[in-house]
């Protein structure tokens, strides 16, 4: 079992949660340790390294908002980036509320990460099971994410994009209507930018237009 982890949460109760569970439930000896910021983390994990005593496991969030200090890092995947450069060997088990399978499956393939788990009402158990598994050199991913959807590939064609943009621009699906007539671009009914809209909401699971351009602009589509 690991005997050094590093935690790393933009929350203080969040962190204590974190490693109080480690502490009593993975009942071996091991130091735990906490940061709140991206920063903090980078410079423990540097400082472990430069003393021969390295972390064998960094557990992060991906998001972590704004707060006193001026920040370099500002997110988890930024955090990981850089301490893979340093340590490539280094486990790492993402904890984050996130659960597009997308944007999840990116973390494994080239953040190079060993376990997933999201945030939830079996949250702490998820973890714990997630790092007895990392241990084994197998990995993890919360059983509710299903990355078989991030292997079917999905791509936005010339007519997908206009419409996007123009949503994105703020039109309304009327007068993205008028401006594919004066371009002549065919298909150009409402009715038709209304279906296609609909089947990218589907296939991108996505609440409502704002919802499908986030998450478009987020896995970098548009």
Do not use: W
């Amino acid at each position: 079992m690991f005997k050094k982890i590093l935690v790393s949460e933009d929350f203080q109760d969040t962190n204590k949660g974190i490693v109080n569970a480690l502490e009593s439930r993975l009942q071996v000896d091991c130091i735990i340790q906490e940061e709140l910021y991206c920063d903090n983390t980078f410079n423990r994990f540097k400082t472990a390294i430069a003393e021969g005593t390295p972390y064998e496991l960094l557990i992060t969030d991906l998001s972590f908002k704004e707060g006193p200090i001026t920040r370099k890092l500002t997110s988890g995947q930024e955090l990981i980036k850089e301490v893979r450069q340093i340590d490539p060997s280094i486990n790492i088990i993402v904890n984050s509320m996130v659960d597009d399978p997308v944007e999840i499956n990116t973390l494994f393939t080239e953040q190079k990460i060993n376990g997933y788990v999201c945030k939830g009402r079996n949250g702490l158990n998820e973890l714990i099971t997630a790092i007895h598994e990392v241990d084994q050199n197998r990995t993890y991913v919360s059983p509710q994410i299903n990355l078989k959807k991030a292997n079917t590939v999905f791509e936005l064609d010339e007519y997908d994009l206009i419409i996007l943009k123009d949503l994105a621009d703020g039109f309304t699906k009327k007068e993205i209507s008028e401006k594919l007539k004066k371009k002549n671009v065919s298909p150009n009914s409402e009715s038709t930018i209304d279906k296609k809209v609909s089947r990218l909401f589907d296939q991108f699971e996505a609440r409502n237009t704002h919802h499908l351009i986030a998450k478009l602009i987020k896995q970098g589509k548009i």
